[in-house]
């Protein structure tokens, strides 16, 4: 369903306005991550998960479309496996990083999991998202 509102809203307002938009939607949502406890409701958890899905399929597409539209034709393949694999490096960093801390965290406070400093790292991942994409890209005017 996404795959048919995203691109409505990229030819509308430009890919800066989802992109935006789901940075903020995935920094809040990791965000909420570290505040769920035993009493946290299956409801709130569910929502935030939803929200997470939805933030980062506002993201995909519109990074796809804003890097492949000045490329030439004859280059597009090569284009497109190149974002691929800058993506796939940069999620691997993400995690290996995410972990690093997570563990760091461990190890400080003894055998406590430090769930909380690592999606603040993540979070911390999107908000610099938001700003290099507020910087990059501007949103159309209508």
């Known amino acids: 369903m996404g795959s048919r509102i995203i691109p409505r809203i990229v030819v509308r307002c430009g890919a800066a306005v989802p992109l935006l938009v789901g940075t903020v939607g995935l920094a809040t949502s990791y965000a909420l991550f570290p505040l769920f406890s035993d009493t946290t409701g299956l409801g709130v958890i569910l929502l935030t998960m939803l929200l997470n899905g939805l933030a980062g399929g506002l993201c995909f597409m ?18 497109s496996g190149l974002l691929q694999t800058t993506q796939n490096l940069g999620s691997a960093v993400s995690v290996a990083l995410v972990t690093a801390v997570h563990l760091a965290g461990t ?28 910087a990059l890209l501007r949103p159309v005017r209508g």
């Not at 490329?71 to 597009?76: E, L, N, R």
């Open 107 to 134: 190890a400080a406070s003894g055998s406590t999991p430090s769930f909380t400093a690592a999606f603040a790292t993540i979070s911390g991942l999107a908000i610099l998202s938001f700003i290099a994409t507020a």
């Open 62 to 79: 519109p990074i796809t479309s804003t890097v492949l539209k000045d490329v030439p034709p004859q280059i597009t393949g090569s284009a």
